[in-house]
């Protein structure tokens, strides 16, 4: 996309939150979106309407990301514009068994929801901390979540048991963001680097960036990852070389986040 073709308009204001909206995130097709705040709700959106379609409330404390099931579009399809009968339901029943979100926040939990009902399937806990982050793996079977207590900790959303399948513990400062490809688990961390961890074949590799980073989005290709620091800078790493491409300074104050497409 040119830079002619961004938006420049204001298209809607999504009001229901009752204090500070920490996250908010697409959908796959980016029909929908879900925000997450300090008043301790997770909200699910119609933005083109300006229309709120449902809230979700079980967090303790204020939920800091939420991710969805790449399969969520005919549910949310379904929800926002039929308001389901019994028929319809039946009709799309096992498509709407499978589509979840997760979430985390500062209760140091990740939630498992059931989009449909709002009822959360499943509580993991481990983290020593305040949970920074969450992803689906590819196939919605996996959770991985990011940690203030300097860990990723990986869940089965298949299992019953709630401990991690899998720890990763050795980073020197806290875990912000993370992204996941179909083997391997990057994290944006404070200690002013990028780590990519391949679990096929168990290898580290570390990209030093000389500055705490917030957050990390990585391209639709999988080359690049654009990392926004608390330099007030974002940098785009080339993701095979470690090459540092660019920097985008202009911002005033911390760079929160980034999204790369």
Same mark, same amino acid.
């Given at each position: 996309? /040119?830079?002619?073709?961004?938006?420049?308009? +204001?298209?809607n204001v999504l009001r229901g939150h009752e204090g500070a909206v920490l996250t908010a995130r697409f959908n796959?097709?980016?029909?929908? $979106?879900l925000s997450c705040g300090k008043d301790r709700t997770i909200r699910l959106?119609?933005?083109? %309407?300006?229309?709120? @379609?449902k809230t979700y409330k079980s967090h303790g404390r204020k939920v800091r990301d939420v991710h969805v099931t790449p399969n969520l579009r005919v549910m949310l399809n379904i929800l926002a514009e039929l308001r389901p009968s019994i028929c319809? %339901?039946?009709k799309v029943r096992g498509q709407l068994d499978n589509s979840n979100l997760c979430s985390c926040g500062g209760d140091r939990q990740v939630f498992y929801w059931d989009v449909t009902t709002?009822?959360? @399937? %499943?509580?993991?806990?481990?983290?020593? /901390?305040?949970?920074?982050?969450?992803?689906f793996? +590819?196939?919605? /079977?996996?959770?991985? /979540?990011?940690?203030y207590d300097r860990s990723l900790r990986a869940w089965d959303c298949r299992s019953h048991s709630t401990e991690p399948i899998q720890i990763i513990d050795t980073f020197s400062d806290s875990v912000m963001s993370v992204c996941l490809t179909k083997s391997e688990i990057l994290a944006g961390t404070i200690d002013g680097t990028v780590r990519t961890f391949d @679990? %096929?074949?168990?290898? +580290?590799?570390?990209?030093?960036?000389? !500055?705490?980073?917030? $957050?990390i989005s990585m391209s639709n290709d999988a080359n690049c990852i654009l990392a926004s620091c608390l330099d007030s800078t974002l940098r785009l790493l080339d993701r095979s070389t470690g090459e540092?491409? !660019? +920097?985008?300074?202009?911002h005033t104050s911390k760079v929160p986040n980034g999204v790369l497409k």
């Open positions: 996309m /040119s830079v002619a073709g961004l938006p420049k308009n +204001e298209a796959g097709d980016g029909n929908y $979106c959106w119609n933005h083109h %309407r300006g229309i709120h @379609i319809v %339901r039946n709002g009822r959360v @399937i %499943r509580k993991f806990r481990g983290h020593d /901390s305040e949970v920074n982050a969450v992803k793996n +590819e196939y919605a /079977s996996v959770v991985v /979540s990011a940690g @679990i %096929r074949i168990g290898r +580290e590799l570390s990209d030093d960036l000389g !500055q705490p980073v917030n $957050c540092l491409l !660019q +920097e985008y300074k202009g």
